[in-house]
């Protein structure tokens, strides 16, 4: 199955646990594709199966500015993605409050929109609490590659 993963980061961490995701997917068998600086067109082009989106939020519970151009890109066009697989891997500090995690829900929206569904949870990582965001996100990453496998 081929799993497109696209990643917005402010600090570098969401790309990082978007680069251990892709490995892990590999690793499992899955034809697993992340390029942080995606276009549309890339991403139509790998024709994906399935996919995942790792993002931080900003301070003010917005997007990344590197995710919000295919982010727009993909509201503008609203691709044939209907039925396809989808999580959610969100990081922000829950310090902020209301705006906790506001990247992830922009992208469970979107999902909504294009009729993506979301085969788990989306997994929230506190950067408040955690120091190994990528070791974190593991057992959430083996239960979405069980639930793709379903």
Wanted: with cysteine.
């Amino acid at each position: 199955m081929k799993v497109a993963i696209l990643s917005g980061s402010v600090y570098g961490t969401a790309e990082e646990v978007a680069r251990h995701a892709e490995k892990l997917l590999q690793d499992a068998g899955f034809q697993a594709w992340h390029n942080p600086r995606a276009s549309l067109a890339d991403v139509q082009a790998f024709a994906p199966q399935a996919f995942l989106v790792v993002t931080a939020t900003t301070g003010m519970g917005e997007l990344p500015d590197n995710l919000q151009p295919l982010y727009f890109a993909i509201r503008d066009h609203l691709p044939a993605w209907s039925g396809l697989p989808g999580g959610v891997i969100a990081l922000g500090d829950a310090s902020y409050g209301d705006t906790y995690c506001g990247g992830g829900e922009l992208v469970r929206e979107l999902y909504a929109e294009l009729g993506v569904r979301e085969v788990l949870a989306m997994l929230r990582l506190d950067a408040s609490e955690s120091v190994t965001p990528e070791t974190d996100a593991e057992p959430w990453l083996a239960e979405f590659m069980a639930a793709l496998n379903a």
